[in-house]
Structure formats: C-alpha cells, structure tokens
C-alpha cells in the first residue's frame, strides 16, 4: 500500500521558516523523482518543487526560488522542504508526490502517488 505522509506543517510567523517533510512507503522510493505541491484556500493547487530521483537536479516555482531548498534522504525514505522568508502568501496545505519517468515537474499528472497534506499558516 502506497502512503505519503507529510509532517511539520503549523503555525509561523511572517519572517521565519520551516521544513516540511514526507515519509514513504509502499513503492521503490529511490526510483521517483519527489515533488511538493501547495494550496491556498480559493486557489488551484500550484508546484512548489520538485527533485530528481537521483538527487542531483531540483526545481522551484519562481515564488520560492532562492528561498526554498528540496532534498531526500533514500536510506529513509523521506524528502523534506526548507521554505525560508515565509509570507502570508504561502499559507496553504502542502502536498508531497511521487512520480516516475520524465513527467513534467509542474504538472500535476507528472506524479502517480499524493499525501494528505499538511497544513502551513503564516501569520504577518
């Protein structure tokens, strides 16, 4: 059974950070390139980032460019999300996927598998 259970997700403040991370299970991890999504209330749900299932490439909307970092861990099946600066505009639930092959990194049929989400609250 194929789970993605995304954690670290609260309540911050305009200005500060956090790291989101996911916990797989159920698929061979370590073939899948991994990728957050977000959604604000109202809104569509929008790539964040994605990583490559080797590691070596990553991918970040231009909202979160130069402020976000993606990376995983294969040894424990987990890839978490860095967002630094954190607005108000990021309040929104944050999605892990999973996807294989060479799947367009912004689009949201680019990923087989979804988590939950975790809910992320910015207050300014």
């Known amino acids: 059974q194929v789970q993605l259970t995304e954690s670290g997700g609260g309540s911050v403040q305009a200005g500060g950070s956090l790291t989101l991370s996911c916990l797989a299970s159920?698929?061979?991890?370590?073939?899948?390139?991994m990728g957050w999504f977000r959604q604000a209330p109202g809104k569509e749900r929008e790539f964040v980032a994605r990583?490559?299932?080797?590691?070596?490439?990553?991918e970040y909307a231009d909202s979160l460019k130069g402020r976000s970092a993606i990376s995983r861990d294969d040894s424990k099946n987990t890839v978490s999300l860095l967002i630094d600066k954190l607005g108000p505009e990021d309040t929104a639930v944050y999605y892990c996927?999973?996807?294989?092959?060479?799947?367009?990194?912004?689009?949201?049929?680019?990923?087989?598998?979804w988590g939950q989400g975790t809910q992320v609250t910015v207050a300014s």
């Open positions: 990583i490559s299932s080797s590691g070596m490439h990553s």
């Open positions: 159920g698929f061979t991890f370590s073939s899948h390139y």
């Open positions: 996927a999973a996807g294989l092959g060479f799947g367009t990194a912004w689009a949201r049929n680019s990923y087989n598998y």
